[in-house]
């Protein structure tokens, strides 16, 4: 197996990220220079990804005072937040973006040194630390979800939940590169995912690219698919966990959750620690992103609809918890009840 290639890193002083817009035509690095630019770059997809937007925010508080000129630390610190809220507003429903923001503030409010030029040391440090600690989570995330997945021969996925949403290795498709290191290789269906077809342009791609047997099929053929018995399981990434185990991922989701259960095939989230937001009691209390109809009128410059006819476009959908099998973590796995089983192997 080809190793994963890494998407978002820090190199000579600059960020570069893969523009995954481009993908899978051109490969094609971006090195965003300051906080607008990160802001673009999150907002139109270019990076994206429930943990790799955290990264790349947490990155992008850097880049927003870098070159500050803040007097003391409680100008610093207000700026950082300034930063921090226009960040969050790029994308509203992965939790890791604001997780990731959150961490990065805190770090700096408990830094003992208050000249502004430690504390910049320590937004970049702390970014840097989420970055390299979601290369360790989607390893143990691959370790663990691998017991789950051994005596499968394939997976069904939707969206993109691999190396290239998050640091390295993925969430969903982190068991099936495990594996493969070890010399088991999964075949991997991938759903298309429309409107914006991360499953056909980035988990075809980067799967192509590892070396990995994948099939590309629609949205609508995963019934057609599991109905002849060709996959043993479903695994997707999430954006958002509320505390009952309910999972915001990406549109579509939540009809390949009850395609799974008809099918009677295991439906398993896999995510790190930062995608819980345990303050939701339920998926009721997730904000869901809607995005600009021409994704939907549109396939890429050419319309596909009449002009100003009416859309639905929401990015995300919720599943509710029990349709969810269990939920692969790098803390372990955890199954129903969610109540209490999320908080004891979170807490843990
Ligand atoms: O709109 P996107 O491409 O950012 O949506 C991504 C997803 O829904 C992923 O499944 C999710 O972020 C998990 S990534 C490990």
Request: glycine fraction near 8%; hydrophobic fraction near 50%.
């Amino acid at each position: 197996m080809q190793e994963p290639i890494a998407p978002i890193t820090w190199h000579n002083g600059q960020v570069e990220m893969i523009d995954q817009t481009r993908l899978p035509g051109e490969l094609v690095f971006i090195r965003p220079r300051t906080v607008a630019e990160m802001w673009s770059a999150i907002k139109k997809l270019q990076v994206r990804g429930a943990p790799a937007i955290g990264i790349a925010a947490a990155l992008g508080l850097y880049l927003a005072i870098k070159d500050s000129r803040a007097r003391d630390r409680a100008g610093f610190e207000v700026e950082l937040q300034q930063a921090a809220g226009y960040l969050a507003s790029a994308r509203p429903t992965a939790v890791n973006l604001t997780w990731a923001l959150k961490r990065v503030q805190q770090a700096v409010a408990a830094a003992p040194a208050s000249d502004i030029a430690s504390l910049k040391e320590v937004v970049l440090k702390e970014a840097l630390a989420i970055r390299a600690e979601d290369e360790a989570m989607c390893r143990a995330i691959g370790e663990n979800g691998a017991t789950l997945l051994q005596d499968a021969a394939a997976i069904l996925t939707h969206c993109n939940a691999g190396t290239l949403a998050t640091a390295r290795y993925g969430t969903a498709l982190a068991p099936v590169y495990y594996l493969a290191s070890r010399g088991k290789v999964l075949k991997v269906f991938a759903d298309e995912t429309r409107p914006l077809l991360q499953g056909a342009r980035l988990t075809a791609w980067e799967l192509h690219q590892a070396g990995i047997p994948v099939t590309l099929i629609t949205d609508s053929m995963a019934a057609s698919v599991m109905a002849r018995g060709w996959v043993q399981a479903v695994v997707v990434g999430a954006d958002r966990i509320a505390a009952n185990g309910d999972v915001a991922n990406k549109i579509g989701t939540y009809g390949v959750a009850i395609l799974a259960k008809e099918h009677g095939l295991p439906f398993y989230v896999a995510a790190p620690a930062s995608t819980f937001d345990l303050s939701l009691a339920s998926g009721a209390g997730i904000p869901i992103e809607e995005r600009d109809a021409a994704e939907v009128t549109h396939f890429g410059l050419r319309p596909t609809a009449p002009e100003g006819i009416p859309v639905f476009n929401p990015a995300f959908d919720v599943t509710p918890h029990r349709y969810v099998t269990a939920i692969i973590t790098e803390k372990g796995i955890i199954h129903p009840p969610y109540s209490e089983n999320i908080a004891r192997v979170l807490g843990a």
